[in-house]
Antibody, heavy 123, light 107 residues
């Protein structure tokens, strides 16, 4: 059973960088069949897909956040990380990591999610 | 980006009843649509993908239909554990986008 666990600071100051880690257990982020995504949820904007990384390092980001987002992977630690720069109150949300299929032919949605971690942006 | 619109925002239904939730896409997403269930304090769980294929763990009372821009999720006989918020999501074109959700509450 694949489990995802997000971790990171729950409070970030405005204009600083939000950094979160997703640790994967019971599976490998090097698995060729999957992408590893970050998704956030806030009362104001609902569920918002941030971007994904494939184990080769290939990434794709939501254009609305692209200038501020970096998703990286550490295969030795089986972790995926998210960095979001120049944060504001609008970036306050619960951040989830989630797995989906890397193949468009056998795509099945986000089938495994972490429990989420709440981040508040405030001074 | 594709805008997903769900209706209604809240649905009050009695246990045992049949209910249908709607999702509309601002442009065609073919059958590249998923539904998720989210209970309070939990992460979303995949219910359906490909508009009508049930995900692991969800019983046959959950069914989906539609293609193009109009989709529905039907629950044939509501059980207490089904009361939650349901989201649709398109994966036809990046960025993947979600609807704002329909809250299914006990009448």
């Amino acid at each position: 059973q694949v489990l995802l666990q997000e971790s990171g600071p729950g409070l970030v100051k405005p204009s600083q960088t939000l950094s979160l880690t997703c640790t994967v257990s019971g599976g490998s982020i090097s698995d060729v069949d999957f992408n590893w995504n970050w998704i956030r949820q806030s009362p104001g904007k609902g569920l918002e897909w941030i971007g994904y990384i494939y184990f080769t390092g290939s990434t794709y980001y939501n254009p609305s956040l692209k200038s501020r987002v970096t998703i990286s992977a550490d295969t030795s630690k089986n972790q995926v990380s998210l960095k979001l720069t120049s944060v504001s109150a609008a970036d306050s949300a619960v951040y989830f990591c989630a797995r989906d299929s890397a193949s468009s032919l056998t795509y099945f949605g986000f089938d495994v999610w972490g429990q989420g971690t709440s981040v508040i942006v405030s001074s | 980006e594709i805008v997903m619109t769900q209706s209604p925002a809240t649905l009050s239904v009695s246990p045992g009843e049949r209910t249908t939730l709607s999702c509309r896409a601002s442009q065609s997403v073919s059958s590249n649509l998923a539904w998720y269930q989210q209970k309070p304090g939990q992460s979303p769980s995949l219910v359906l993908y490909g508009a009508s294929t049930r995900a692991t763990g969800f019983p046959a009372r959950f069914s989906g239909s539609g293609s193009g821009t109009e989709f529905t999720l039907t629950i044939s006989s509501l059980q207490s554990e089904d009361f939650a918020v349901y989201y649709c999501q398109q994966y036809h074109i990046w960025p993947y986008t979600f609807g704002q959700g329909t809250k299914l509450e006990i009448k």
